[in-house]
């Protein structure tokens, strides 16, 4: 068995780290739901610089589109950096260390 699933099946018995994983797991759908929009969105530009225009917006429409939504990405990656510090430092000790 995988050492994770492993460290998954018994969080789950415990109520109070079920809760934070699904909260985790949550979380993870959205950023995850945000990054295909960033996907639609550099197609979208792309498409619209050459052809003028994509899904009724042109270029400029797409730019301003993807300075908003890079500010909502950002903001999504850096709560899920906080949300798994302790795990980021344990990662980056056996990285670094």
Do not use: C, Q
Request: charged fraction near 25%.
């Amino acid at each position: 068995m995988d050492p994770i699933a492993k460290i998954f099946e018994e969080a789950k018995k415990n109520p109070k780290m079920r809760k934070k994983l699904k909260i985790k797991a949550a979380f993870s759908l959205v950023l995850f739901i945000a990054f295909l929009g960033v996907i639609l969105i550099t197609i979208g530009t792309f498409v619209s610089a050459r052809n003028g225009s994509f899904l009724g917006m042109d270029h400029l429409d797409f730019l301003k589109l993807r300075a908003k939504y890079g500010l909502l990405m950002m903001a999504l990656i850096l709560t899920h950096l906080a949300m798994n510090w302790n795990m980021m430092k344990k990662e980056l000790e056996l990285l670094f260390g």
